[in-house]
């Protein structure tokens, strides 16, 4: 009990130390630029509609807290929402140092972005809706073991939600990635104009929990790649990136390229488990370059659903799913096509399909 006490106290007292202040009406960019830097705490006020007409930049903090409380935050055509701008990789490193949180915003609209985070370390985005940005809705950049958690992203531009690694001078796919990151709980619906749901770029040990994606049709409702120079006419080279999990993935609307890409590099598991495509898909649910793929608990699948591998070779598990996810009859395989596995635009010199590392067991139903 004394133990308690004792721990109850010292949260008090770091709770009276927090400076906190309230954002009053008028520009909220303009209020951050001149924030005091002893602010640990800053909240908005339910009852009332803000606006920014240009970047809100948040001040090097080792923890800031952004309380939205229920606020509606109105962004003009050029802003970039909430960001924390870096010159190059050597301020990107000493600004990792900084965290935030960023919660419970009503609704965020319009904008370039509602969130632009760059080179911080254990920030959270939480409880917050953002509607219309025209480029992406929550951009992150080099933001290690970042949480993103209970978004809801309408009617995107281009990009819902993007983890990345920097682009700024010094910035490479193996020294600015935002690793160990969480998206749980997210949902992304879809405009005529959005291109991608969801996207990771050269970014290792990311876990996607609990999401959707839906409204209108979409390039991509999941872009996965480790591509250090952008061409996915070509396996990942990025050596860095290890691993990436998705687990219980609802996909309510269709794609015209591809639910889900994948382009990590060859020794990186990549793990899709319980993922559930609603209605058809004129598309392959899953275009395959590289990475050692799982699948695994996916129990329905329709059988005109297929994945595209470009390359010959794949390295496909997988494992308690529906029957017909498998290649087939071995006696039915041709040079393009095993059961729902087809080799579709295949890379230079992959020309004949090759079940060598695809694995099917424990099939489910």
Known sequence: ??????????????????????????????????????????????????????????PAARMLIID?????LRLGPASNGFTTPVADQKAAAQHLSCRYTIKDFGEVIGGRKGVDLQATLGSVVSNCRFSGQTEVAVDLRFCL???????????????????????????TGFNS????????????????????????????????????????????????????DGNEDKPAG??????????????EH????????VNMPSKCSVSLTNVYWNGAQPA??????????????????????????????PRITIQRCHSALDVGDPKAKTDA????????????DNTQLKLTYVVVRDKAM
């Not at 935002?178 to 291109?195: F, G, L």
């Not at 269709?254 to 890409?261: K, N, P």
């Not at 087809?342 to 890379?347: G, I, K, P, R, T």
Request: charged share 15%; aromatic share 8%.
């Open 1 to 58: 009990m004394r133990n308690l006490l004792l721990l109850a106290a010292t949260g008090l007292a770091r709770l009276l130390h927090a400076t906190e202040y309230e954002v009053p009406a008028g520009d909220v960019g303009a209020f951050f630029a001149k924030l005091p830097k002893d602010a640990s705490y800053v909240r908005f006020s339910a009852a009332a509609e803000y606006t920014s007409n240009g970047d809100i930049v948040l």
């Open 68 to 72: 939205g409380r229920g606020a509606t």
């Open 145 to 171: 073991m970042a949480r993103l958690e209970n978004l809801l992203v309408t009617n995107p531009g281009t990009k819902g939600i993007v983890l990345r690694q920097g682009d700024w001078p010094g910035a």
């Open 177 to 228: 990635q935002s690793n160990s990151s969480v998206v749980a709980q997210c949902r992304v619906y879809a405009a005529k104009t959005t291109t991608i749901a969801f996207s990771v770029l050269n970014s290792g040990g990311v876990r996607m929990t609990d999401c959707v994606s839906e409204g209108a049709p979409v390039d991509h409702d999941l872009f996965l790649s480790a591509t250090t």
């Open 238 to 251: 990025n050596t860095v990136v290890k691993s990436f999990t998705l687990e219980n993935f609802h996909v």
């Open 254 to 261: 269709a794609a015209r390229i591809a639910s889900i890409h």
């Open 284 to 313: 392959p649910v899953i275009r395959y370059v590289m990475g050692q793929l799982n699948l695994s608990d996916i129990g329905w699948w329709n059988k005109d659903f297929r994945i595209q591998t470009r390359i010959s070779a």
């Open 337 to 348: 096509q095993a059961g729902c596995l087809v080799l579709q635009d295949a890379l230079p």
